[in-house]
């Protein structure tokens, strides 16, 4: 899982004890949400709020090629707590269980990716996503308020690591079958 990594290094102790077991034994599918229209990958210009309402977060917002949300159990998904803060302490991370009221899948969005029945099942697709008061209990902040920029530029390594070794080799396969 790609949360795996991120839930080890930034999660509670009870996050990681509730969590990873679930992510080890394939219990519980994962996808992010970070990306939003407009905005892409850049996390310093997410538009997502969340804002707390007694012992819960309530969000707001839409995101963006959510990798694997038609199959998942739980989303994390990065929003702005503190607009007043500095650039890159403005936004927090938090754990979605699915489904949710307040997250509703508007569609899948087509991209390179091979489609087929059993790769959507597996590890579904790229969604557009709308939450709407999506309700969020406290506790399910991951990594802390104001960590979800440092925290998914450490996510988003490993996939921009990934999608160059794999272009490179896609590549190299083009030209190989071309000569």
């Given at each position: 899982?790609?949360?795996?990594?991120?839930?080890?290094?930034?999660?509670?102790?009870?996050?990681?004890?509730?969590?990873?077991?679930?992510?080890?034994?394939?219990?519980?599918?994962?996808?992010?949400?970070?990306?939003?229209?407009?905005?892409?990958?850049?996390?310093?210009?997410?538009?997502?709020?969340?804002?707390?309402?007694?012992?819960?977060?309530?969000?707001?917002?839409?995101?963006?090629?959510?990798s694997?949300?038609?199959v998942a159990?739980?989303?994390?998904?990065?929003?702005?707590?503190?607009?007043?803060?500095?650039?890159?302490?403005?936004?927090?991370?938090?754990?979605?269980?699915?489904?949710?009221?307040?997250?509703?899948?508007?569609?899948?969005?087509?991209?390179?990716?091979p489609?087929?029945?059993?790769?959507?099942?597996?590890?579904?697709?790229?969604?557009?996503?709308?939450?709407?008061?999506?309700?969020?209990?406290?506790?399910?902040?991951?990594?802390?308020r104001?960590?979800?920029?440092?925290?998914?530029?450490?996510?988003?390594?490993?996939?921009?690591?990934?999608?160059?070794?794999?272009?490179?080799a896609?590549?190299?396969?083009?030209?190989?079958?071309?000569?």
């Amino acid at each position: 899982s790609m949360v795996g990594p991120v839930l080890q290094a930034f999660g509670s102790r009870e996050q990681q004890e509730r969590y990873l077991p679930r992510i080890a034994s394939i219990e519980d599918w994962w996808c992010q949400g970070f990306s939003e229209p407009g905005s892409g990958s850049d996390l310093a210009s997410l538009k997502t709020s969340a804002v707390r309402d007694g012992d819960e977060w309530v969000l707001n917002g839409e995101k963006w090629f959510s990798s694997s949300a038609s199959v998942a159990d739980i989303a994390v998904v990065m929003a702005k707590t503190d607009p007043d803060a500095a650039r890159h302490e403005q936004y927090s991370t938090f754990i979605v269980e699915l489904p949710n009221p307040g997250y509703q899948i508007l569609r899948n969005i087509e991209t390179m990716q091979p489609h087929s029945d059993l790769g959507l099942k597996l590890g579904g697709s790229h969604s557009e996503i709308k939450i709407e008061n999506l309700r969020v209990p406290r506790d399910n902040i991951l990594g802390g308020r104001g960590q979800g920029f440092n925290m998914g530029q450490h996510r988003l390594a490993y996939g921009r690591l990934r999608h160059g070794m794999h272009n490179v080799a896609m590549a190299q396969r083009a030209l190989d079958l071309a000569a």
